[in-house]
C-alpha cells in the first residue's frame, strides 16, 4: 500500500524552530518530486515547498524561503520540513504528498499530488 | 504570475450535475489538477492533466480545460460527494506550485 505519514508538528512559540518528517512507503521514493503543503484553520490549501527526486532542485513559496527547508534521504524513504523563525502564520496542519512529475533537459510533465499523508498540525502561539 | 479564480461556493440537488470552474489566464494551455477534500481528511486527486481520473475514482467526475476556464463536472452528484474542491497546476516560470482558492460543494 503506498503510504505517506507525517509527523513532528507541535506547539512551539513564535520565533521557534520545528522539523517535519514524512515517512514514505509502498513506492520507489527515489523516483518521485516531493511536496509539503499546508492548510491553515477554514483555510484552503497553500502550496509550501517542491524537492525533485534526486534532491538537487528544491522551489519554495516566497512566504517560506529561507526560513524554511526542504530536504529528503532517498536511503530512508524520508522527506523533511524544517522550519526557522516561525510566526502565528504559519499555523496549519502540513501536509506531505507525492509529485507525479517528470522532467526532460527541457520540458517538465506535472500529474498532480497523487498521494498524500494525513497531515501533521503545527501550531504557533505565545 | 499565475492566479487560480474558484467560485466559492456551488450547491446541487442530488443526482444532478455540479460544474466546478478555475479560472486563469490561458489557463487552457496548462496541465489542471483537480482535488476532493472532505472535512477532517486530506485531499484527494480526483482528476489530473485536465481530463484523466485515477484509479478508483468514478466516471462521475470529469474534467475539461479550454482557453481562460477549466472545469470539473460531477454528474449525478450523491450525498457523498460534498466536500471543497480544488484546482492546481504548476507554474513553470516562476517554479511553484499554484492552488485556486478552493470550492465548497453542497449537496441539498
Known amino acids: 500500500e503506498v503510504q505517506l505519514v507525517e509527523s513532528g508538528g507541535g506547539l512551539v512559540q513564535p520565533g521557534g524552530s520545528l522539523r517535519l518528517s514524512c515517512a514514505a512507503s509502498g513506492f520507489t521514493f527515489s523516483s518521485y518530486w516531493m511536496s509539503w503543503v499546508r492548510q491553515a484553520p477554514g483555510k484552503g490549501l497553500e502550496w509550501v515547498a517542491s524537492i525533485k527526486k534526486d534532491g538537487n532542485e528544491k522551489y519554495y513559496v516566497d512566504s517560506v524561503r529561507g526560513r524554511f527547508t526542504i530536504s529528503r534521504e532517498n536511503a530512508k524513504n524520508s522527506l523533511y520540513l524544517q522550519m526557522n523563525s516561525l510566526s502565528t502564520e504559519d499555523s496549519a496542519v502540513y501536509y506531505c504528498a507525492k509529485n507525479e512529475r517528470y522532467c526532460t533537459s527541457t520540458t517538465c510533465y506535472d500529474y498532480g499530488l497523487d498521494v498524500w499523508g494525513q497531515g501533521t498540525t503545527v501550531t504557533v502561539s505565545s | 504570475s499565475h492566479v487560480l479564480t474558484q467560485t466559492p461556493s456551488v450547491s446541487v440537488a442530488p443526482g444532478q450535475t455540479a460544474r466546478i470552474t478555475c479560472g486563469g489566464s490561458?489557463?487552457?494551455?496548462?496541465?489542471v489538477h483537480w482535488y476532493q477534500q472532505r472535512p477532517g481528511q486530506a485531499p484527494v486527486l480526483v482528476v489530473y492533466?485536465?481530463?484523466d481520473r485515477p484509479s478508483g475514482i468514478p466516471e462521475r467526475f470529469s474534467g475539461s480545460n479550454s482557453e481562460n476556464t477549466a472545469t470539473l463536472t460531477i454528474s449525478r452528484v450523491e450525498a457523498g460527494d460534498e466536500a471543497d474542491y480544488y484546482c492546481q497546476m504548476w507554474d513553470s516560470t516562476n517554479h511553484r506550485v499554484v492552488f485556486g482558492g478552493g470550492t465548497k460543494l453542497t449537496v441539498l
Open positions: 492533466d485536465d481530463t
Open positions: 490561458n489557463i487552457g494551455s496548462k496541465s
